[in-house]
């Protein structure tokens, strides 16, 4: 641009409305923070591609509120404000920088202008593996909705189908060929036919080539360790941690292409113990694995379906005692867990439908999907809880499973109620994990209308019915309250005894005996209201201060 059209531009810009989300004006008198311009450029690029415009705008040197020049002195040498531009690129997606930097000098100061071009149709920019929006004038993560539409502009768009200008065969590792080779053949029945074909043909009927070059697919299956620079920024890698209660780590591996063989090395390395418990009614323990194979197969090879590797974040896979967390980069595009279970049937779509196509065909994932309901199922039918899936944060997806029992009633309760459907089962088990506040007051009303669950929100517990099954009276007795008589008596029992008490006495010997559900507040509600109704049966009577009372029975 022009000197000229540069002020015309900036004119521009500095008349537009305050809210307008894909030009942002900055101070930066002296300096601006590295971090914060790559924020600034992932938003603003955003935002440009979801208003469809030409450029963002990032402007130094004039002041937000009323658009004032001030100037700025925010890298003054050319050559370091040029260098700005690689520092960018080497931490977005596909290394998108900006399109021009620009100086302006006007009587008032010095004005840099950054020209940032729109996120290319169906990928949204990110900075360090986050992506990042604005709310009018506020910065912060892109939510769900931006990123989904951002991603909808180019359905056809497949990062896992992409080929990799350069790699050859020779860059997969003929032992994953050969592996993958074996899983084809048992996932197609016709192993005689498959073991004919040379390795470009078997690759391309695998949907792991196109045409014989190379995908990203291939890279991440098969690719040797080696192999991994061509898809940069892409971070082809999968690390176990193991730790101790404590959450201190004991140990941890790294494992890298090709997936295909890593999985099992990684499987490997979780010590699935045996657990033994003892069924309802019996002395001869039941004794299982911790975690059941297929949960462990089904939630890593999920994270690599699914996995968003254009954030260029890793796989984790951390070991506790008595649980397993899996987390995997990108949002979960089925939206929610009882959506995809009531369903029980493949999703809409993919995130890397090209790389979850291979896997099928390597018998890595379910061909007709409903791997995450047999999940669920699989945990019911051994009596244990039910996975977690944690979507807080909206670019991650983190996957728990427990190799233990929780709580052994509700563990009888299964036992004995194999009727209870999965939907059931599943708010049950939030019951049992003390997570009441995910349940909505339709699903209580609905396990109350099945006497399942008793208790004041959100402190809800298992009912007297399902108590009697589960062997589960003592705890029913903590949540459910005496009648008022009961506690009057012991009131009263007390005063006879010993002749008063004080406040502090009556309640040490009430509030251990009011019901788990209620809270501080509502139990010294309670026991107020206990002594207020006696004052008026004439049963007691103070005889002490309103503010310090001392209680004692009237005959």
Not at 236 to 255: A, K, Q, S
Not at 479 to 497: C, G, P, R, T, V
């Amino acid at each position: 641009m022009t000197e000229q059209q540069l002020k015309n531009k900036l004119d521009e810009l500095r008349a537009l409305p305050a809210e307008t989300e894909w030009a942002e004006f900055k101070s930066a008198s002296r300096d601006f923070h590295f971090d914060s311009v790559g924020k600034y450029f992932s938003a603003l690029s955003n935002e440009a591609n979801l208003k469809e415009k030409e450029d963002g705008w990032l402007i130094f040197g004039v002041e937000d509120k009323h658009r004032t020049v001030i100037g700025t002195n925010y890298r003054p040498s050319r050559a370091h404000l040029d260098s700005l531009k690689s520092e960018i690129a080497n931490k977005t997606t596909g290394r998108i920088t900006f399109t021009e930097i620009y100086e302006l000098t006007l009587p008032e100061g010095r004005v840099v202008m950054f020209q940032i071009p729109p996120a290319p149709q169906g990928i949204p920019v990110a900075w360090e593996g986050h992506y990042y929006g604005r709310d009018n004038e506020e910065l912060g993560a892109l939510n769900i909705q931006e990123i989904e539409t951002i991603r909808s502009q180019a359905k056809n768009y497949d990062w896992s189908a992409q080929i990799v200008e350069g790699a050859t065969l020779d860059d997969l590792e003929p032992e994953a060929i050969a592996f993958a080779r074996k899983k084809y053949g048992e996932r197609s029945r016709n192993a005689d036919e498959v073991a004919q074909w040379d390795d470009p043909t078997f690759l391309n009927k695998a949907y792991l080539t196109k045409q014989g070059k190379i995908t990203n697919a291939a890279i991440l299956l098969l690719g040797k360790p080696e192999s991994k620079h061509f898809i940069e920024p892409a971070f082809p890698l999968i690390t176990w941690v193991l730790r101790d209660v404590g959450n201190m780590d004991l140990g941890y591996e790294h494992f890298f292409p090709p997936f295909l063989l890593a999985t099992d090395k990684l499987y490997a390395k979780i010590r699935n113990l045996k657990y033994v418990y003892l069924p309802d009614n019996t002395l001869f323990p039941t004794e299982v694995d911790m975690y059941d194979p297929f949960l462990i197969r089904e939630s890593l090879h999920n994270c690599i379906a699914h996995q968003d590797y254009e954030l260029g974040r890793r796989i984790n896979v951390v070991e506790f005692p008595n649980e397993l967390i899996f987390t995997n980069a990108g949002s979960f595009i089925p939206g929610s867990i009882e959506k995809v279970i009531e369903l029980d049937s493949p999703p809409d779509r993919y995130r890397n439908p090209f790389l979850a196509n291979a896997m099928t065909n390597l018998n890595m994932i379910e061909i007709r999907g409903g791997g995450i309901r047999k999940m669920f199922t699989i945990q019911r039918n051994r009596f244990f809880p039910m996975p977690d899936y944690d979507f807080s944060q909206a670019d991650s997806v983190r996957v728990k499973i427990f190799g233990k029992i929780l709580d052994e009633n509700y563990t009888k309760l299964l036992m004995n109620r194999s009727d209870l459907s999965l939907r059931t089962v599943i708010l049950l088990d939030f019951v049992q994990k003390r997570k009441t506040e995910w349940l909505t007051d339709e699903q209580v009303s609905y396990l109350k209308l099945e006497k399942l669950v008793e208790g004041r929100k959100p402190k809800y517990f298992v009912s007297a019915m399902i108590a009697q099954l589960t062997d589960e009276k003592a705890r029913y007795t903590r949540n459910k309250a005496f009648d008022k008589k009961y506690y009057m008596d012991l009131i009263e029992s007390f005063l006879k005894q010993h002749g008063s008490a004080t406040r502090k006495e009556i309640d040490e010997l009430i509030l251990d005996k009011l019901p788990d559900f209620m809270d501080s507040k509502q139990r010294f509600g309670k026991i107020h209201n206990i002594l207020s109704a006696m004052v008026k049966k004439g049963r007691i009577e103070n005889t002490g201060l309103k503010s310090k009372p001392k209680w004692i029975f009237k005959k």
